[in-house]
């Protein structure tokens, strides 16, 4: 069982509504990563937490909002998303950023918007 | 030019025999290199790590890297039914102080009875 646990494994929501992901690791990691992965398609990295602060942002549209409210805890926070945003919402850690590392993925959260 | 390239498949290969991935990369300063396996459906799971060039082995999976000509594959032997699966290439570029995770599309394993 991976030790990335991610809440909802699934989520439908309207264009107009607002919702989060969430994202918890116990593995006392302290880089954090949400990853977007469309049907038969990589991984694409969104954001890269270090000690809690956001070092990397891959130019991710504001509808997409990150927090890291802890060093154990990561949030995804979505509001007026696109049908084309429709997707599986990968979170990972690792135990650096800088340094030879992998990164761990959760199950994952399905999102649709409708 | 993609920064990490597979061949997509699918990989066809009798249960038992030895299924043989590749993956190439573009950036010289990548130093770190990862094969995840991914069912329909569920999330990248990693199975082997490399980071010299060489093989190394993990049970029936072994893992190649040669940095001088960009590549890095990996090796399935004695495949079973439940190696059917897409396997991810992810290769990290210690740049900028920050390293970053580049996937490569994968390449679907079917591994026939």
């Known amino acids: 069982d991976t030790e990335v646990t991610q809440t909802p494994k699934h989520l439908v929501m309207g264009m107009t509504n607002k919702k989060s992901l969430k994202c918890e690791q116990h593995m006392g990691h302290r880089a954090m990563y949400w990853y977007k992965q469309k049907a038969k398609k990589p991984p694409e990295l969104m954001f890269v937490?270090?000690?809690?602060?956001?070092?990397i942002n891959e130019s991710v549209p504001s509808r997409f909002s990150p927090e890291c409210p802890n060093s154990s805890l990561l949030n995804l926070h979505l509001h007026a998303l696109q049908p084309e945003d429709s997707a599986l919402y990968l979170c990972a850690s690792s135990q650096e950023v800088s340094q030879v590392d992998t990164i761990y993925f959760g199950e994952g959260s399905w999102l649709t918007v409708v | 030019q993609k920064e990490v390239e597979q061949n997509s498949g699918p990989l066809s290969v009798p249960e038992g025999a030895i299924a043989s991935l590749n993956c190439t990369y573009s950036d010289r300063v990548s130093q770190s290199f990862f094969w995840y396996r991914q069912y329909s459906g569920k999330s990248p799971e990693l199975i082997m790590s490399i980071y010299s060039n060489g093989d190394k082995e993990d049970g029936r999976f072994t893992a190649q890297l040669n940095k001088a000509s960009q590549y890095v594959s990996l090796l399935i032997r004695d495949s079973q039914p439940s190696d059917s699966a897409t396997y991810l290439c992810a290769v990290k570029r210690e740049t900028d102080s920050w390293g970053k995770f580049q996937f490569g599309a994968g390449t679907q394993v079917v591994v026939t009875p």
């Open positions: 937490y270090s000690y809690e602060k956001l070092s």
